[in-house]
């Protein structure tokens, strides 16, 4: 038993060691010249175009038979997550929480600093973590530099149903969102209540546009005939105030 306690104090302090010796030889200068490479790193998503598998789909009817059934290719939608600008002094472990899987990509393992990763699970939400660490190059060897995150969205069926045809920019007809699953009734209430509100020009069929903002148009389009007309009624009053005047005098005298 005291052997055993011998090794696991042996292995702890060695692991202590390595962590004070990268410690003490990553300088405040190397560290932040490590940090000034990587100020152009970043990560974003994207939605790509893969091909499917032969396996994974029928080619469709009128090309059986014909020289293009050999060659014929389907294609489908992925979500594709890049790490740009990642530098030959740094590497980078990517997690992902549907899975938890880890990976780390060292510079070699990347296309001139730049890292994809496909995501092909499109009904289920996912968000990917990027932790971004100095590598052996330097004195500052596995010192966490920088985090990044990115959050995928889920692929919405309801997004290729015929009555999103007239609303497309509803938040429930989107190809990719970020809220959870709802049954067909509530999406198909709230999908016809739009196009209601729409068709009728706004919310309660009244337009949009405020009563005072009418206004402001109707003055802007009639500028000119407004002008005379108010000139005129001033024009008008000014006489009128003239000849009571003259009467009120003649009245006096």
């Not at 560290?31 to 994207?46: G, S, V």
């Not at 919405?156 to 015929?162: C, I, K, L, P, R």
């Not at 802007?220 to 005047?245: D, F, N, W, Y």
């Amino acid at each position: 038993m005291s052997r055993f306690k011998y090794v696991f104090f042996s292995i702890i302090t060695f692991g202590l060691f390595t962590i004070s010796a990268n410690a003490a030889s990553c300088s405040y200068e190397e560290r932040a010249e490590l940090n000034n490479q990587i100020t152009n790193m970043e990560m974003n998503y994207e939605v790509i175009r893969i091909a499917l598998d032969p396996d994974e789909f029928s080619p469709p009817d009128f090309i059986l038979g014909t020289p293009d059934e050999e060659g014929y290719i389907e294609y489908t939608d992925a979500l594709q997550v890049n790490i740009l600008n990642l530098t030959e002094n740094t590497y980078v472990e990517v997690t992902n929480n549907y899975d938890n899987q880890t990976i780390r990509y060292d510079y070699s393992d990347t296309d001139n600093g730049n890292i994809a990763i496909v995501w092909e699970t499109l009904g289920e939400f996912v968000t990917y973590t990027a932790r971004v660490y100095a590598s052996g190059n330097t004195g500052c060897e596995d010192t966490l530099l920088r985090t990044m995150r990115v959050s995928l969205p889920r692929y919405n069926d309801y997004s290729t149903y015929g009555v999103c045809e007239q609303v497309p920019d509803y938040y429930l007809c989107q190809r990719y969102v970020f809220f959870d699953e709802i049954d067909f009734d509530e999406f198909s209430t709230k999908v016809l209540a739009e196009i209601e509100k729409t068709q009728n020009g706004g919310e309660n069929g009244k337009d949009d546009n405020p009563w005072y903002e009418e206004i402001g148009n109707f003055i802007s389009e009639h500028k000119t005939p407004i002008i005379i007309g108010v000139v005129s009624i001033l024009i008008i009053a000014g006489v009128i105030v003239v000849i009571v005047v003259r009467k009120r005098r003649r009245s006096v005298i």
